[in-house]
């Protein structure tokens, strides 16, 4: 058995800052990732991350834009830590070697992003994540951290309603031991593979969200589903939101620019529930592209695509068959992101230290980044304010996580049950017959319905036929069965784990969607077309109830200084 006072699940951006934090700190501390970590998501960033550093800006008018942005859904109170936090964490990654594109007078340079109301979102180019992640992982390499790299989450251990560790598989081997902690950090990441296509890695499949709602903790707005305006038909893949930033227009077949009539201000720089609805909208209108509409690049010229946007050109080359100097690249809204995850307050806990029992949770369970919702993206995320999301609750959740492992004891931990309980579930999927069901294709069926029928624009019939495709392919999930059995890097058994978080989240994913009988950001609705505050301006949350369904209940919004208004770019 191993054992760590804090182990962080995740060697993402939010798992990295979570895990600096501790260290810092003082805590023995331990980071487990299902890949090299310098793989993870994180790396495909590509716009940038936001931060009033400029100086005609202000944290508060980063927190309105977020609110705005959020259609309400977002709890101000977080928002305003995470917009008030955000310079200082951007000082303090450029003092670890960010290198972020500058003016000529020395200070960092900030790109337009949409729904934002000055130019905000400081940049490395289009590969901000790749960056930051590695020069934070080199720090912390430099530190010594304890890492386990290719180690594979598959439970965690709860005593008592408290953690005491979790089960992991090391890929490499198979084998399986047991991590005994007094707190863990789940910062696994979004959702992705559970929709099909989606800009997100192979990797992403909501592992930390099914591994939290199994131990009993809640799952908070999973229905803030976004998709993003600019994604490549072909496969999914993105192209980053610098690109209308910088300036980049979006034409219909007609050679319009269509968003003077959806957003007549910010144009292509509403938000992006904003612009994926009017894309939508052309498409559906008859004046798409082949179920496309087109992103024009080519008046931003040659110097300013090839030092700020030359991975957009190289992704659209190889991917779209299209030079963007000389030709718009057609793109689709397309799965990108969750702002829904597993329910924290603003230092990660997923408990409620009111006491008052608001909502279900684990004590010692912190979660951070994309797979936790502190609300501070509410209905929908603006660009940039994800990776900001992962730095600065990254570190608060590092921070109360050591706190709190310095509070408590070990709790009690049964090492052979765990391992038992682990090695016969592995076994009852290698003694299935090879040729049974295989995960590729459920996964398959899963991502297109999720696609089909809670996307951009949603209607009860749609999301309950996709609900019920989810619990038919749940049906038939103990059935699944891999071709390898053997224990050295069996990936096939890892997509069959994988597939079975996925399920659960998808099936959260459609029970909280079809009772949000509204519009509210990226939770669009032609049955209920309008934004309802007097019925919805609240959280829905989920746990899962006795008999393994979805339990679903509301929270209240926390709101200081923002009443709802309408909302307009
Ligand atoms: C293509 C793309 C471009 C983006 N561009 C931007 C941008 O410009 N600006 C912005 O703000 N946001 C952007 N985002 C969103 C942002 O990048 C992500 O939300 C954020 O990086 C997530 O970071 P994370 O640390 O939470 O998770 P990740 O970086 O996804 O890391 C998750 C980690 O968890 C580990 N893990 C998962 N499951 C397990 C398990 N079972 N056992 C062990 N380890 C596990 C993985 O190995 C990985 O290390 C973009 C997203 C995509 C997909």
Redesign the pocket.
């Known amino acids: 058995m191993r054992q760590h006072e804090v182990v962080i699940?995740?060697?993402?951006?939010?798992?990295?800052?979570a895990a600096q934090k501790a260290q810092e700190m003082g805590a023995d501390v331990a980071m487990?990732?299902?890949?090299?970590?310098t793989?993870?998501?994180?790396?495909?960033?590509?716009?940038?991350?936001?931060a009033a550093v400029s100086e005609n800006d202000s944290w508060e008018s980063h927190a309105y834009d977020t609110v705005k942005g959020s259609d309400y859904l977002g709890d101000q109170d977080a928002i305003e830590i995470l917009c008030y936090e955000a310079p200082g964490d951007i000082y303090a990654l450029e003092r670890m070697g960010v290198i972020f594109n500058r003016n000529d007078d020395g200070t960092i340079d900030a790109r337009a992003f949409g729904g934002t109301s000055v130019n905000r979102?400081c940049?490395v180019a289009d590969q901000?994540?790749q960056v930051l992640?590695h020069v934070m992982w080199e720090q912390l390499l430099k530190s010594g951290l304890t890492t386990?790299s290719e180690?594979?989450?598959?439970k965690l251990l709860v005593e008592d309603n408290k953690i005491a560790g979790c089960v992991?598989l090391e890929i490499p081997t198979g084998r399986v031991e047991v991590f005994r902690a007094k707190a863990i950090v789940l910062?696994?990441?979004?959702i992705?593979q559970v929709y099909n296509p989606?800009?997100?890695?192979l990797?992403?499949?909501a592992?930390?969200q099914a591994?939290a709602y199994q131990a009993g903790a809640t799952l908070m707005d999973m229905e803030a589903v976004q998709h993003?305006p600019t994604t490549m038909q072909a496969n999914g893949?993105?192209i980053?939101?610098?690109a209308r930033g910088e300036g980049a227009y979006l034409l219909n077949s007609n050679g319009e620019r269509f968003m003077e009539k959806y957003a007549p201000n910010m144009k292509e720089l509403a938000s992006r529930d904003v612009v994926s609805r009017a894309e939508t909208m052309e498409i559906r209108e008859g004046r798409g592209v082949n179920g496309c509409v087109l992103l024009d690049l080519r008046h931003l010229g040659r110097d300013l695509i090839m030092t700020k946007l030359a991975q957009i050109y190289e992704l659209a080359r190889d991917y779209a068959n299209t030079n963007i100097l000389e030709a718009p690249v057609p793109i689709q809204p397309g799965h990108?992101?969750i702002m829904g995850g597993i329910k924290t307050d603003v230092d990660g806990r997923t408990w409620d230290i009111t006491g008052e029992n608001r909502w279900a949770g684990v004590e010692g369970l912190f979660a951070?980044?994309?797979?936790?919702n502190v609300s501070v993206h509410g209905g929908n995320?603006l660009?940039?304010?994800?990776?900001?999301?992962?730095i600065v609750f990254?570190k608060r959740s590092g921070a109360g996580a050591t706190e709190y492992a310095n509070s408590i004891d070990w709790a009690p931990i049964s090492e052979d049950a765990a391992l038992a309980d682990e090695e016969s579930g592995i076994k009852a999927i290698f003694d299935r017959p090879s040729d049974g069901l295989r995960s590729s294709a459920l996964r398959f069926e899963m991502g297109k319905s999720m696609n089909d029928g809670i996307a951009v624009f949603r209607t009860e019939e749609g999301m309950t036929q996709t609900l019920n495709t989810v619990r038919d392919i749940k049906g038939r999930f103990p059935n699944v069965s891999v071709q390898n059995k053997g224990r050295v890097f069996n990936t096939d058994l890892l997509s069959v784990?994988?597939l079975g978080?996925m399920l659960d989240v998808a099936e959260v994913i459609a029970v909280s969607a079809i009772n949000r009988k509204e519009s509210r950001g990226a939770h669009a609705r032609e049955d209920y077309p309008d934004r309802n505050d007097e019925e919805y301006l609240k959280h829905t949350i989920v746990h899962r109830g006795k008999n393994g369904d979805p339990a679903l209940d509301y929270l209240p919004v926390t709101m200081t200084k923002w009443e709802p208004q309408v909302r307009s770019y």
């Open positions: 699940i995740g060697g993402g951006l939010a798992g990295m800052r487990i990732s299902k890949i090299y970590p793989r993870s998501h994180s790396a495909a960033a590509q716009g940038g991350v936001q979102t940049f901000t994540g992640l386990y180690w594979f989450v598959t992991a910062a696994t990441g979004g992705g989606t800009t997100n890695g990797v992403v499949t592992d930390g591994l993003h893949v993105l980053t939101e610098g990108h992101y951070a980044g994309e797979c936790a995320r660009g940039g304010n994800s990776l900001l999301d992962t990254g784990l994988e978080y």
